[in-house]
């Protein structure tokens, strides 16, 4: 990692002189964060981190002036070229032809693993990790908020998963309980086989709200319970009908996932646990952790004073376990199944005092592992609605992005002959929704807006992808490359050094996502990038330039942004890549996607910088644009470009 070798020349020297070991210091050498302040240093050191007794009365000013004397005693070498204090920090600037040189060399040579392989890692033993993540319940729609669940999963087991560790992906349904002797009643009654082989889902709910609505009657309630009881007996034909409920909806949620670019490792469900929550029940018992009460429930106390003040239900009246009593028999399960390290459950943060029972009665049973389980809640999506205005389900809402950026797509463009029109828009636009749910911390509700989220411009997945395009087009263009042959003293502009001291953080907002879980900081640092990389393309243009000017800015930055931007498979982010061409088979580097259409008609949509800057040599250029071979060409200009909108070549 270009960033540790700096860390560790920075690390080496300061331990001369504080006689600390360099391997202590070199979590407390930080990577500045970009600054539209040109003249920023590189690294800095916090003084409170290595000072002794530095407690959090001590003087800004005393910092300082700490700050100031350790830099005195600090000497420039080949690798940093300036030393300077800051409030409370010592600041070192990186030789900015080694910065250069060193940054791209790194990138290029690790790829898509650029920033995992840091020494800020070296100390993070490979783990094997059980996450448990969107658990849909079957009878019921699957809801919005599931998608929250889903997709902050399969963040955490894609991060841990490029980190090194061992994952298993397991999806617990909501398969068991009364509201499938209401169900099986109610499929007696108002189903539809057709229609339950057609869209499981949504007749299973329908049938769900009709029986709830007949349940008021008493006779109802009697069959329900009846048909559950069948179920707990392992009646034939009552599991019949709930396996076909199960099965059919699990194909359901299997081509939804697919949808999302989400996969699991196994599928379980409460309905597997059944009979193990008896035996969790029995070792309470046997443990003397279940008591009865006067209404004959059974519960585990959780005082502190062993007084009943605070206690978990595990048992009904009737003897039969709870939802938590068959968590507790999951959990006992997957740690005799997987030997796990740590298992991370993923739920709303309505779950949270539920999950503190469940380890906290784990750990009364004596399983010291409880404390390595974890509960990553998150907060509410408010405000999300389809233009109909209907409560929102989740296969609305991907229906719903998918449409609107199907329209946002064809405002822009004069033909409907695209390749893949419906996929590219619901790549995108799912990265729309995942840019604007993952902003903010996991724990904090949010305010929805499809206005927002779908913007080309800002902080958006939009945009994000649109970048992510164009670097995709450069990597192509220059990916065999050699490093070697280009002249990296070229690279000294502000915006490529702010560039490549942006990709210096990549290793410590990955380990800083790595520890707390947030997917916040990837995707702020991905956006940041990719603001930046929209900035250094406008101002570091490659045509006109001198050819070993041109060269470090096509090969050396290009090349390296777009293979930094493989790191979308940390998120879950599905990338979008271009089909453009240039002249002799190159991407345009310049140009947003190309979308081929049918009958070899393609379309592109030039961004308006690139039309005004020059338009006969833009229009030149073109004539070599299109893939071969082609019918025809559509090119759209910003309107103000051209008298006429459209210019077929």
């Not at 699990?250 to 008896?278: M, N, P, T």
Request: hydrophobic share 40%; with cysteine.
């Amino acid at each position: 990692m270009a960033a540790g070798s700096f860390r560790r020349s920075i690390a080496s020297q300061l331990s001369k002189v504080l006689d600390l070991p360099p391997e202590n210091l070199i979590k407390s050498i930080s990577a500045v964060p970009v600054s539209k302040k040109r003249h920023v240093a590189d690294f800095q050191l916090s003084i409170a981190s290595v000072i002794e007794n530095s407690s959090g009365d001590c003087l800004a000013q005393d910092l300082h002036l700490q700050a100031q004397q350790l830099a005195g005693r600090l000497k420039c070498d080949s690798v940093v070229s300036a030393i300077s204090a800051g409030p409370g920090t010592v600041n070192f600037t990186i030789n900015r032809e080694l910065l250069a040189k060193t940054v791209l060399q790194q990138v290029w040579k690790d790829g898509s693993e650029y920033g995992v392989k840091s020494e800020l890692f070296s100390t993070v033993p490979s783990q094997k990790a059980v996450i448990e993540f969107s658990s849909p319940n079957i009878a019921k729609k699957f809801h919005i908020g599931h998608l929250r669940s889903t997709i902050v999963g399969n963040f955490i087991a894609n991060l841990k998963v490029a980190l090194g560790h061992e994952v298993v992906r397991i999806n617990y349904l909501g398969d068991w309980g009364m509201q499938f002797g209401l169900l099986g009643v109610g499929f007696q009654s108002f189903g539809n086989k057709e229609k339950l082989k057609s869209s499981p889902l949504q007749h299973l709910f329908e049938v769900y709200v009709q029986i709830n609505k007949a349940a008021e009657n008493e006779n109802t309630k009697k069959l329900a319970k009846d048909f559950f009881r069948k179920l707990e007996e392992h009646d034939e034909q009552a599991l019949s009908i709930w396996k076909q409920f199960r099965d059919l909806s699990i194909e359901e949620y299997i081509r939804i996932y697919k949808r999302l670019g989400v996969h699991f490792d196994e599928y379980s469900g409460e309905s597997f646990y059944q009979e193990k929550a008896q035996e969790v029940l029995k070792m309470l018992e046997d443990k003397g952790l279940l008591q009865k009460t006067i209404k004959g429930t059974g519960v585990v106390d959780l005082s502190e004073k062993k007084d009943l003040s605070a206690v978990s239900t595990v048992m009904r009246s009737d003897g039969t376990s709870l939802y938590i009593t068959r968590d507790l028999a999951a959990a006992i399960d997957r740690m005799n199944k997987h030997s796990w390290d740590t298992m991370i459950y993923v739920t709303d943060k309505s779950q949270s005092n539920h999950f503190q029972h469940l380890f906290q009665i784990l750990k009364l049973m004596g399983y010291d592992w409880a404390e390595r389980c974890q509960h990553v809640s998150f907060g509410l999506v408010q405000g999300m609605k389809t233009r109909r205005g209907e409560v929102i389900f989740l296969e609305d809402v991907l229906n719903e992005v998918r449409s609107r950026m199907l329209q946002n797509m064809t405002a822009t463009k004069t033909t409907k002959e695209i390749q893949d029109p419906v996929e590219t828009a619901e790549k995108v636009g799912l990265a729309a929704l995942i840019v604007q749910d993952f902003r903010g911390l996991l724990a904090s509700d949010y305010q929805f807006s499809w206005d927002r989220a779908l913007q080309s411009r800002g902080d958006t997945g939009v945009f994000l992808q649109y970048t992510h395009a164009r670097l995709h087009s450069l990597e192509q263009m220059h990916g065999n490359a050699e490093l070697a042959d280009v002249n990296v003293a070229c690279l000294q502009e502000p915006d490529a050094i702010s560039v490549l001291q942006h990709l210096l953080r990549y290793d410590e907002v990955l380990y800083r996502s790595s520890q707390d879980l947030q997917p916040k900081h990837i995707v702020s640092y991905l956006l940041t990038l990719s603001h930046l990389a929209a900035v250094a393309h406008k101002t570091l243009p490659v045509k006109g330039s001198a050819p070993d000017v041109a060269q470090v800015r096509h090969s050396g930055l290009g090349g390296g942004l777009g293979r930094i931007h493989q790191g979308f498979s940390v998120s879950p982010l599905r990338e979008y890549e271009p089909a453009g061409r240039g002249a002799e088979g190159q991407a345009l580097p310049w140009a947003e996607p190309l979308w081929e259409g049918r009958d070899g008609c393609s379309q592109l949509c030039l961004p308006e910088r690139a039309a005004l800057l020059d338009p006969p040599k833009t229009q030149h250029s073109l004539r070599t644009a299109a893939p071969d071979p082609v019918k025809h060409l559509v090119v759209t200009f910003p309107s103000k470009c051209f008298k006429s909108k459209h210019l077929s070549i």
